[in-house]
């Protein structure tokens, strides 16, 4: 068991999304969640926290989400990035999981295909 | 569906209250739609049958469908297809409005005649309104000129009526009108579309409409347009609109999105291409404007 705390990390520009995802991940007992509203603040808080996991957004302004989880791979960060998005578009699933996203939730998501995700993630982690 | 198309063309043409209207929706879920109802709306037998098997009912003990048959008004097959038919929602309105006694049978059959003929709907497609098949009665109320534009716009349009359902438990509807050349208002909610098809989508309403439906889609009551109500009716069309490019991409067309905005006091002009489209909700209206050029 690991004895690091698990953190998460909510990327979307939608202010609801994040505050609705931030209840459902800290009901799920999730103490440490950071916000971010595109892709760039993102990277900036993966580089100084490095959180455990991460929710991404695709349609984003400044920087969206497929060029993040680019980013990401480039800098070879140990993060894992569910996408979820609006957007499930063929183009868009398949560059995800190229890019080497761990999983996809389309919106509108149930509350339990996060909560699922996330305990799988916690269990091969330790947490 | 057919309940708020029919209903709002009663209330219209006065042919009921909007209290009666209002009661009879209320009470429709609970009615048990009647023989004589479905055989007047299936067009297998005419007002006067009817009463005269309703007559006959009060003489004898027999069924409604016995005495039809009896009486030559109906096949063993009709009262076969009436029977499996009889659970079906979209006549309920039609019962609890004979129930309620706000119009008779023979008023009924009028109004359908004139809701078809108001409407212009072939008797193919007045079927398809009773089905709630939103997908092919969309171009019944709306011309969107030619064919690629209107598969497109036709598409797009059914789709948000099904997800103003399915995401924000509304009933919307739409009238058979001119749409209108312009449009001024309080709020504009817009997501432009990329790729083989270009489109400007939005969705443009007055505040209290807009507050309505951003409490609705976020779960929780807003009575500002703050920026969470904000951030709740832009992601309404962001999820529609991402429905809609998973259904295209389904076609193989692959489309993509620019992220939402929110405008305040907007003036629209309508042009080439571009189409204002009012949609009737149980409280006020919102106004889809499709376009394949810039209009915000």
Known sequence: ?127 | MFSQYFGNYLLNTNMVTAEQLKDVLALQKSVHVKLGVLALNLGYMNSMQVQEVHQQQMKQDKRFGEIAIELGYLTEQQLLTLLSSQKQGHLQLSQALIDKKYLTLTELENALISYKNDCQLTNEQLELLKQGNIDKIVPAFLDFGDQARSNIYNNYTALLLKNIVRLLDESPFLKKETLPDKYSGEWLVCQEILGEYHLYTSIAADKKTILNLASKFAGEQFTELDEMAKASITEFLNVHNGVFLVNMSNQNIELQMNPQEIYPNINIEKNNGTYIIPIYLTQGKVYLIISNNRFY
């Open chain 1, 1 to 127: 068991m690991s004895s690091e705390q698990f953190k998460v990390l909510l990327c979307d520009d939608s202010m609801l999304v994040r505050k609705q995802l931030k209840e459902i991940i800290a009901d799920a007992g999730v103490n440490a969640i950071f916000e971010a509203s595109n892709g760039k603040e993102a990277l900036l808080i993966i580089e100084e926290h490095k959180p455990h996991v991460m929710l991404l957004d695709i349609v984003m302004p400044i920087m969206n989400g497929i060029e993040t989880l680019k980013e990401i791979r480039k800098n070879n960060y140990k993060i894992k990035v569910i996408m979820i998005s609006s957007s499930g578009t063929q183009t868009h699933l398949k560059t995800a999981l190229e890019e080497g996203a761990y999983d996809f939730i389309q919106k509108p998501w149930k509350e339990t295909q996060i909560t699922t995700i996330l305990d799988r993630i916690r269990q091969e982690g330790g947490f």
